[in-house]
């Protein structure tokens, strides 16, 4: 396994448009997390799942944004009706939780630009 | 809520000097911190882990600490490298603030050869 993987790797879309994000992570990690980083800043928690459940939401991600890991596989997020606000890099990660120990892998990143 | 921070926020030294990264939490109830690299561009690679039950760890030329009682960690640098040029991230991850981690701001570190 090579590790977490992010596709699109870059993104550029006018305002209002919809676009789709994919994770794939490593393929024995229980946990996979979205995360949101803006320029100088550290990422931002979005959103994470253990297996297929969505567990946790952030207040951050508004009812514009949807992720889904349909089978505790791959993961999508979703952004509708894309704002100039949106535009960040877009970070997922994933780990195996064990004992309240656990080490987050990182993917490359997807990051958008909203024109 | 949790708040993360890291001093310096930038950092310039010259090659082969030893450099401490400072990272302090709000909230101190941190069970998990991680120690995070990031080159411009690209994601996060993981350098260290401090567990719970643990007070430091080493790798390397790298060591980071975590003084529980006081929510703040180091990462130390020894004989840095003109290659360790990058932005340090902290992230502490507790019972309080969710299942998840809470980042620091980041160090950014340029080593001149």
């Known amino acids: 396994d090579t590790g977490v993987s992010q596709d699109p790797r870059h993104k550029i879309t006018k305002r209002g448009q919809n676009v789709t994000f994919r994770c794939d992570p490593i393929?024995?990690?229980?946990?996979l997390y979205w995360y949101r980083q803006t320029l100088g800043q550290g990422p931002e928690f979005l959103t994470y799942?253990?297996?297929?459940?969505?567990?946790?939401k952030s207040r951050l991600l508004s009812d514009r944004f949807s992720a889904e890991r349909p089978k505790g596989s791959f993961s999508t997020l979703e952004i509708q009706r894309t704002e100039q606000g949106d535009s960040a890099m877009y970070l997922c990660?994933?780990?195996?939780?064990?004992?309240?120990?656990?080490?987050?892998?990182f993917g490359p990143g997807t990051r958008l630009l909203v024109l | 809520k949790q708040e993360v921070t890291q001093i310096p926020a930038a950092l310039s030294v010259p090659e082969g000097e030893n450099l401490v990264l400072n990272c302090s939490f709000t909230?101190?109830?941190?069970?998990?911190l991680q120690w995070f690299r990031q080159d411009p561009g690209k994601g996060l690679t993981s350098l260290l882990l401090?567990?719970?039950?643990?007070r430091e760890q080493t790798s390397g030329r790298l060591n980071a600490s975590l003084d529980k009682s006081s929510g703040r960690s180091t990462l130390y640098i020894a004989a840095s490298q003109p290659g360790d040029s990058a932005t340090y991230l902290c992230?502490?991850?507790?019972?309080?603030?969710?299942?998840?981690?809470?980042f620091g701001p980041g160090t950014r570190l340029s080593v001149l050869p």
């Open positions: 393929s024995e990690h229980n946990r």
């Open positions: 909230d101190s109830a941190i069970y998990n």
């Open positions: 401090i567990q719970s039950s643990q």
């Open positions: 799942f253990q297996n297929e459940a969505q567990l946790e």
């Open positions: 990660a994933s780990s195996f939780m064990s004992l309240r120990a656990e080490t987050q892998y």
């Open positions: 992230a502490g991850f507790g019972d309080n603030y969710g299942q998840n981690f809470v």
